[in-house]
């Protein structure tokens, strides 16, 4: 048994494993599904060496020089590259959260997470609802699949040991960033025009009525009107994430673009 497994082991190149390998485990730090901690450690490193594998072949002819001088800057490289994919694909989740938690703090429900130090939760209620939302739509549209299939197309692309730009992948994400606000805005402006909208008309009606205790009834109807416009934009949330998922591509392409050297685009 062992030396059958030896014997498949042998033909595998090492050092081109090595530099794909953290490629694969970049990506898998951040992208959606493949970063999610209820995911075992054993579990996902088992899915890395797996991919890693699969898409061995795939730059099986590159020139790697196992006794080059900058071996771990060279690893440190291809993992930056598969944070950089990870990172283009999570940044949608991101203005997610951002606009949970604008809704959360209009609505109050941000104390909760607030007196609940103890309870190891960082996010809100909310925005653990669009996330589970978005991850399970994600999932369902193929996004994670795509992941891999776009981390493919870059070891084509950049093939392990080439040269990167680093300063134009940089760059990209940085144009990326304005995504999450974009998406936050979409996301929360009608939960946030409505919350508005019931905060005038409980001013107005402290104004008309004096002696109705409206910070009594402040909270449950704003709670309440929040909790109506967060079932209504859960469609919304479909539907941007049915966008980003259908311009994923486009976005890993023009990444990829991006970290080639300006000779080589």
């Known amino acids: 048994m062992t ?3 030896l014997a498949m082991l042998q033909p595998i190149n090492w050092p081109l494993f090595a530099l794909v390998s953290a490629r694969v485990v970049g990506l898998m730090m951040l992208a959606p599904l493949w970063s999610m901690r ?3 450690v054993r579990a996902r490193g088992a899915a890395a060496v797996v991919v890693t594998l699969t898409l061995l072949p ?4 590159a020139p790697i020089d196992p006794s080059g001088p900058m071996p771990l800057l060279a690893v ?20 997610l959260t951002v606009a949970a938690e604008v809704v959360s703090l209009q609505m109050g429900l941000s104390l909760g997470v607030a007196f609940g130090g103890m309870s190891d939760v960082g996010s809100p209620g909310i925005g653990q609802l669009y996330g589970q939302f978005a991850l399970v739509m994600f999932a369902m549209l193929g996004g994670h699949v ?10 084509v692309a950049l093939p392990p040991g080439a040269p990167l730009d680093f300063t134009g992948g940089a760059m990209s994400l940085l144009a990326l960033g304005g995504t999450v606000f974009s998406v936050a805005v979409r996301v929360a402006a009608p939960v946030m025009v409505a919350l508005l909208v019931t905060n005038l008309a409980l001013a107005v009606l402290n ?8 910070m009594m009834v402040a909270v449950p109807i704003t709670v309440g009107v929040g909790l109506i416009g967060l079932g209504a934009t859960l469609a919304l949330v ?7 998922v259908s311009g994923l591509d486009d976005a890993l392409a023009g990444l990829l673009v991006a970290l080639q050297p300006v000779g080589g685009r």
């Open 58 to 61: 795939m730059v099986a002819g």
């Open 76 to 95: 440190a490289s291809e993992f930056l590259v598969g944070v950089a994919i990870g990172l283009t694909a999570a940044v949608f989740l991101h203005g």
């Open 3 to 5: 030396d059958a497994v």
């Open 146 to 155: 795509m992941l891999i299939t776009g981390l493919g197309a870059s070891l």
């Open 238 to 244: 479909g539907g941007e994430v049915t966008r980003w």
């Open 38 to 40: 209820t995911i075992p």
């Open 207 to 214: 104004r008309a009525v004096p002696q109705l205790n409206t």
